[in-house]
């Protein structure tokens, strides 16, 4: 994610904060020093670290059920909103998604019920009864910020977690893209609510609002192209038709190429064998700082996912948007078969889409 820094790795996740979050941290400890004083300032900057801890571990919950599937996680980001763990697939198994969604609210819980018991040992006289987040007591706040977390959290609101787990129960007697799209709907309907009761009372509902609405829509569009491209195969879209190049070419022998396709990046080949594609990107950057001397296997890139032609549409997807490859080779028994691009496979959605209607 754009505009977010590392800060180190938790059971192999990397963690990363998002610079918005940063500024707001800044703010509130600014203005809460200007309006209270130093000692309201630092302990409020205290407060809101310690809940972006609990977001933090919040965030984990998913994380690490979702690696007892066997799923990756890209990283985990902090963002003003909360948190959010990049999971590289969301299972299609509506158990296992219900399981890692509800992991997260479940440690709010355990979170302010650990509070809540040592609180009450340390400090018999500590009150929780209630509802408050400026209580004079870190514990008691932090108590009632996790209760909020967790209960908020579960409103049916897709994206949130509620909502995942809603649209897991439906997936469950209905189609994937189908339950998506119903789960959206109830969604947007809170949005609208949130939007609604955020203009009369509070502004950061608004936010929530706007981010859940958008959430939504843009999840039913990727549910939707992920089980339209669940249908077809990788072979049904690579291009078989292209030229190649061979690594030991000169640079300049590809403009002469370029100029008799429409092809924008080139398998380079070495004896028949496939060594990696010069990427009409790279082939530009050469060219603009004036390297045209290069041979085309200096700049060519060499790593990329390996694509079969038996593999659906989806998986490519999947595989080339983890790898940031926009073109990748199509093998089978170590033979090139041909190319597959990222344009192709969004656009063979796009038709399929407009076949089925
Ligand atoms: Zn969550």
Redesign the pocket.
Known sequence: MRWSIPVGKLFGIPIRVHLTFLILLAFIWYVETSVSGPTAGLRSLVFWTLIFLCVLL??LG?SLVAKSYGLTIASIVLLPI??VSQITEIPRDPIKEVGM?IA??IVNFVIAGVLLFLGKLAAPSLQFSEISLQSGSIVVDLFWANVMLGLF?IIPAYP??GGRILRGFIAMRKEYAEATRLAADVGKMFAIGFIIIGLFYNWWLILIGIFIFSGANSEVEAALLSSTLEKIQVSDLMITDFKTISPDEPLTAIVDKSLHTFQNDFPVLDDGKFVGILLRSSVIESLHNHMHEKRVGEIARKNFPVISPDQTAAEALSTMRAANVTVAPVEQDGALHGIITIEKLLEASDVFNEKTK
Do not use: A, F, I, V
């Open positions: 919040h965030e998913h909360g948190g969604t997260g609210p959290n949130m977690d």
